[in-house]
């Protein structure tokens, strides 16, 4: 018995709003109106997908394979665009908010005389999906690679060679379409204008002028590529994004709010059983996100209540596979996988005057549970378990939380500004478990749990910019990570069992709070603090890797486990060269840091002739 399941979500979505290249409140210079004045852009979406794919087998061979494939990009953005004038004697403000939860069930499961069943789930959040393919022209090697949203040009169909876009492709074939559609119209006015009746010279005449309209107006492949690269050109920003673009002047009698926050909810799990002399179990579990969140100002603003630039990301991400195989032969292999390099920022540019007092904040929350379970029964049996967390990047384009006035940002230069803060922070808590259980009268298992976090904080005054203020000043950056891995293998068996577990954790963040070269910044009403921290005062956070193992068997129980971790912050607080600072009260630069580091090992072996253990913890 064969049975099979594919699921296939996609949503890629825009929600853009906007005020354009228009005048906003200008009439008589806006003297008339009331106190409650305001103006508001505001674009959300809430985006939430249940998938589910199940396959069940049963017969002398039973397989079974479930797959679960989705996809999910939506661009939430709110934006006050180049050109725009805009006044309010109230409040302004610029809000994005976007929301995403995804469920995702995936579950196999066979029996027989041979019973396999197979699970995979792969889900990409924030990423584009990928046209490119890679194939075989022997059947071993991949030597093949092409891109399924790309073809090519065939000259025997009055191609002209090369390569051509499935988009182009599709409008060329409208166009040919158009033609065809005309030339009937053409043939059917031809034949009404030559016949003797009254009613078919008005049908030609009338099929011709159609003829002749579709000709002079349709489409061609060109200009349909050029009205989608006019398209793909428009404002839409990647992700969630709050947004004044240069070239806007902006003026408030009140506040200023540019937001964007967006929300992420990821649950995947997935199991697989198989059942039989040879039941085979594998589940593969992967996600990839990418979220990217920006709140940011340019042009030329003017507020006499508060300026406030927040951009805000939280992730939830849960993934747990299950992988089970009984017989007399049994195996049981568990994969996971989490990539995560997101970004976030809030970044204010141009000139901002007269405000009681100016916020740019990032704030940057991602929690991740995963575990992987592989479980093997039988005469031979195997649990294979493996776990992979990554969650960072480059730290320019990938994996980063930043606030920052901008380089050249003009600050207070007409009129002061109260008080400063710029404020980046990230808190990050991972928990990542792999299990391996094996048992038989010949057993092993196996396991692997990798966390990596090294996401790159920033908070800082750019390159040449300019602040004067009245109050406090503040630039600080932050970090707050727990990362946990946890790795567990057991084997149990008549003659001889292997077992192995291996866990790493490796946290090493980078976190700097700056005044960048040329920079000057002054207060005449208080102090100047450059900060930056990582984990300070919190001695029961850090990087955690434990493994253990276990075996037992008649004859031969063997076990190791290793156990790595590592945190290795890079944490500074500058002031860069050519760069200028005075204050009222105290200046304050400084860095502070508490690493903690735990590793613990254990392997246990015991036999009836030979018993090994061996652990390594570093």
Same mark, same amino acid.
């Given at each position: 018995?064969?049975?099979?399941?594919?699921?296939?979500?996609?949503?890629?979505?825009?929600?853009?709003?906007?005020?354009?290249?228009?005048?906003?409140?200008?009439?008589?210079?806006?003297?008339?109106?009331?106190?409650?004045?305001?103006?508001?852009?505001?674009?959300?979406?809430?985006?939430?997908?249940?998938?589910? *794919?199940?396959?069940?087998?049963?017969?002398?061979? /039973?397989?079974?394979?479930?797959?679960?494939?989705?996809?999910?990009?939506?661009?939430?953005? #709110?934006?006050?665009?180049?050109?725009?004038?805009?006044?309010?004697?109230?409040?302004?403000?610029?809000?994005?908010?976007?929301?995403?939860?995804?469920?995702?069930?995936?579950?196999?499961? @066979?029996?027989?005389?041979?019973?396999?069943?197979?699970?995979?789930?792969?889900?990409?959040?924030?990423?584009?999906?990928?046209?490119?393919?890679?194939?075989?022209?022997?059947?071993?090697?991949?030597?093949?690679?092409?891109?399924?949203?790309?073809? %090519?040009?065939?000259?025997?169909?009055?191609?002209?060679?090369?390569?051509?876009?499935?988009?182009?492709?599709?409008?060329?074939?409208?166009?040919?379409?158009?033609?065809?559609? /005309?030339?009937?119209?053409?043939?059917?006015?031809?034949?009404?204008?030559?016949?003797?009746?009254?009613?078919?010279?008005?049908? +030609?005449?009338?099929?011709?002028? #159609?003829?002749?309209?579709?000709?002079?107006?349709?489409?061609?492949?060109?200009?349909?590529?050029?009205?989608?690269? !006019?398209?793909?050109?428009?404002?839409?920003? $990647?992700?969630?994004?709050?947004?004044?673009?240069?070239?806007?002047?902006?003026?408030?009698?009140?506040?200023?709010?540019?937001?964007?926050?967006?929300?992420? $909810?990821?649950?995947?799990?997935?199991?697989?059983?198989?059942?039989?002399?040879?039941?085979?179990?594998?589940?593969?579990?992967?996600?990839?996100?990418?979220?990217?969140?920006? *709140?940011?100002?340019? +042009?030329?603003? $003017?507020?006499?209540?508060?300026?406030?630039?927040?951009?805000?990301?939280?992730?939830?991400?849960?993934?747990?596979?299950?992988?089970?195989?009984?017989?007399?032969?049994?195996?049981? !292999?568990?994969?996971?996988?989490?990539?995560?390099?997101?970004?976030?920022?809030?970044?204010?540019? &141009? =000139?901002?005057?007269?405000?009681?007092?100016?916020?740019?904040?990032?704030? =940057?929350?991602?929690?991740?549970?995963?575990?992987?379970?592989?479980?093997?029964? /039988?005469?031979?049996?195997?649990?294979?378990?493996?776990?992979?967390?990554?969650?960072?990047?480059?730290?320019?384009?990938?994996?980063?939380?930043?606030?920052?006035?901008?380089?050249?940002?003009?600050?207070?230069?007409?009129?002061?500004?109260?008080?400063?803060?710029?404020?980046?922070?990230?808190?990050?808590?991972?928990?990542?478990?792999?299990?391996?259980?094996?048992?038989?009268?010949?057993?092993?298992?196996?396991?692997?749990?990798?966390?990596?976090?090294?996401?790159?904080?920033?908070?800082?005054?750019?390159?040449?910019?300019?602040?004067?203020?009245?109050?406090?000043?503040?630039?600080?950056?932050?970090?707050?990570?727990? !990362?946990?891995?946890?790795?567990?293998?057991? @084997?149990?068996?008549?003659?001889?069992?292997?077992? &192995?577990?291996?866990?790493?954790?490796?946290?090493?963040?980078?976190? $700097?709070?700056?005044?960048?070269?040329?920079?000057?910044?002054?207060? =005449?009403?208080?102090?100047?603090?450059?900060?930056?921290?990582?984990?300070?005062?919190?001695?029961?956070?850090?990087?955690?890797?434990?493994?253990?193992?276990?075996?037992?068997?008649?004859?031969?129980?063997?076990?190791?486990?290793?156990?790595?971790?590592?945190?290795?912050?890079?944490?500074? *607080?500058?002031?860069?060269?050519?760069?200028?600072?005075?204050?009222?009260?105290?200046?304050?630069?400084?860095?502070?840091?508490? %690493?903690?580091?735990?590793?613990?090992?254990?392997?246990?072996?015991?036999?009836?002739?030979?018993?090994?253990?061996?652990?390594?913890?570093?």
């Amino acid at each position: 018995g064969v049975s099979g399941a594919i699921d296939v979500s996609v949503i890629g979505s825009d929600t853009l709003a906007w005020i354009g290249d228009a005048d906003i409140n200008q009439t008589g210079g806006n003297s008339g109106a009331s106190g409650l004045q305001g103006v508001y852009v505001g674009a959300s979406d809430d985006a939430e997908i249940t998938a589910f *794919a199940g396959a069940i087998a049963g017969g002398f061979v /039973g397989a079974a394979g479930a797959v679960n494939v989705g996809g999910l990009k939506n661009n939430v953005n #709110a934006q006050i665009r180049t050109g725009a004038v805009v006044t309010a004697k109230g409040d302004v403000q610029v809000n994005a908010l976007g929301i995403k939860h995804i469920d995702s069930y995936t579950l196999s499961g @066979a029996a027989g005389f041979v019973g396999g069943a197979g699970s995979v789930s792969v889900w990409a959040v924030g990423d584009d999906l990928s046209g490119s393919y890679s194939g075989s022209s022997d059947g071993t090697s991949q030597d093949k690679s092409g891109n399924a949203l790309q073809g %090519n040009k065939d000259d025997k169909h009055g191609g002209s060679g090369g390569s051509d876009t499935a988009d182009h492709d599709a409008a060329s074939q409208g166009e040919g379409a158009s033609g065809m559609v /005309g030339g009937q119209l053409g043939g059917l006015g031809s034949s009404g204008k030559n016949s003797s009746q009254t009613s078919d010279n008005n049908v +030609g005449k009338y099929t011709n002028m #159609a003829n002749s309209s579709l000709g002079a107006s349709a489409p061609t492949a060109d200009k349909v590529a050029t009205a989608e690269a !006019a398209q793909s050109a428009m404002h839409g920003i $990647h992700g969630t994004a709050a947004t004044i673009e240069t070239g806007t002047k902006v003026t408030t009698g009140g506040s200023l709010q540019v937001k964007a926050n967006e929300n992420l $909810h990821v649950s995947t799990p997935l199991g697989a059983i198989g059942l039989g002399a040879v039941g085979i179990g594998v589940a593969v579990g992967v996600v990839n996100v990418q979220s990217n969140v920006a *709140a940011t100002a340019d +042009g030329d603003i $003017h507020s006499t209540g508060t300026v406030t630039l927040d951009s805000e990301l939280y992730e939830n991400i849960h993934f747990e596979s299950f992988a089970a195989g009984g017989g007399v032969v049994g195996v049981g !292999a568990s994969v996971g996988v989490l990539n995560d390099s997101s970004t976030n920022q809030a970044v204010l540019l &141009g =000139t901002l005057n007269g405000a009681s007092s100016v916020t740019v904040e990032a704030n =940057t929350t991602q929690v991740v549970t995963g575990k992987t379970w592989g479980i093997g029964g /039988g005469g031979a049996a195997i649990g294979a378990s493996f776990i992979e967390v990554d969650l960072g990047g480059d730290g320019r384009t990938t994996g980063f939380t930043k606030a920052e006035i901008g380089d050249y940002a003009q600050v207070g230069n007409t009129k002061a500004v109260g008080d400063v803060t710029v404020s980046a922070s990230q808190t990050v808590d991972i928990d990542s478990q792999s299990i391996g259980l094996a048992g038989g009268a010949i057993a092993g298992a196996v396991n692997f749990s990798f966390v990596t976090v090294d996401p790159t904080v920033t908070a800082g005054i750019g390159s040449h910019a300019s602040v004067d203020a009245t109050g406090f000043m503040k630039v600080e950056a932050s970090t707050d990570i727990d !990362a946990s891995s946890q790795s567990l293998g057991v @084997a149990l068996s008549i003659v001889g069992s292997l077992a &192995g577990s291996f866990a790493r954790s490796e946290v090493s963040p980078v976190v $700097h709070a700056y005044i960048g070269d040329h920079a000057d910044v002054s207060t =005449t009403g208080g102090n100047i603090t450059v900060r930056a921290t990582s984990n300070e005062g919190k001695a029961n956070r850090g990087a955690r890797a434990k493994a253990t193992s276990g075996s037992l068997g008649g004859l031969l129980g063997a076990s190791g486990a290793v156990a790595t971790a590592n945190e290795s912050a890079d944490v500074a *607080a500058y002031a860069d060269v050519n760069s200028t600072m005075s204050a009222s009260g105290k200046i304050e630069i400084s860095a502070d840091a508490t %690493n903690t580091v735990t590793a613990n090992a254990a392997g246990l072996g015991g036999g009836g002739f030979v018993g090994v253990g061996i652990s390594a913890a570093t």
